[in-house]
């Protein structure tokens, strides 16, 4: 059947239809249009975190390129990213120069505002007790994780800094976003690390 001649006969039949039927018929249509709008809007939504998540991925090669733990961060505002780091602590000789902070830092010279509330800050692993202390007084009002750290994370691992109800701000936590990516990038990296020292332990041992 030619697509006018189904929509006449479509016609057709609803005028057939009491004008109960024809109003849930149609409440059921505009509910599945909404379904189907929120569903578009969660996979771009989805889409754009994953795209962010990879900058902070970069950010965290940074890290490495320079012989540190490979943890980094972005700060978005307006689908626009204010604000980038990336561990720097041995390079940098201080406690400090975690991703997070570095990020938190500059996206306050972008803002001129001490205040981070419409943001959302993406990390490649769950801040530590520092970082997630930064998180809350900066208001943020969203962070996004990679992956968890079970020895150190504040965002639920240790403690949930990021939302206990006694502060006067709670952050909202997405974890698992690019979650294999990150948790291989560190793995990779001890990994790495200890076959280096394991080869350094062997060429210093004196030969017998
Ligand atoms: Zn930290």
Redesign the pocket.
């Known amino acids: 059947m030619k697509k006018k001649e189904s929509e006449d006969k479509a016609d057709l039949l609803m005028q057939e239809l009491s004008k109960a039927e024809r109003r849930r018929i149609l409440r059921s249509i505009r509910a599945s249009q909404k379904e189907a709008e929120a569903l578009e809007a969660a996979r771009e939504e989805e889409k754009q975190r994953i795209r962010f998540m990879k900058e902070a991925i970069r950010q965290a090669y940074k890290a490495e390129a320079l012989g540190e733990v490979p943890i980094g961060c972005v700060i978005v505002k307006d689908g626009k990213i204010i604000g980038r780091g990336y561990n720097r602590r041995n390079t940098d000789h201080t406690t400090l120069a975690?991703a997070?902070i570095s990020a938190i830092k500059k996206a306050c010279r972008v803002t001129g505002d001490w205040r981070l509330e419409d943001c959302d800050l993406y990390v490649t692993l769950e801040?530590?007790p520092?970082?997630a202390g930064a998180i809350l007084q900066s208001r943020m009002k969203r962070v996004i994780l990679g992956c968890y750290n079970p020895k150190a994370g504040c965002a639920g691992s240790i403690l949930n800094v990021l939302q206990m109800k006694e502060f006067n701000h709670q952050v909202e936590i997405v974890d698992g976003v690019l979650e294999e990516e990150c948790s291989h990038m560190l793995k990779e990296y001890f990994r790495n690390l200890r076959l280096r020292l394991r080869m350094e332990r062997k060429n210093s041992t004196p030969e017998e």
């Open positions: 975690h997070e801040p530590c520092m970082c």
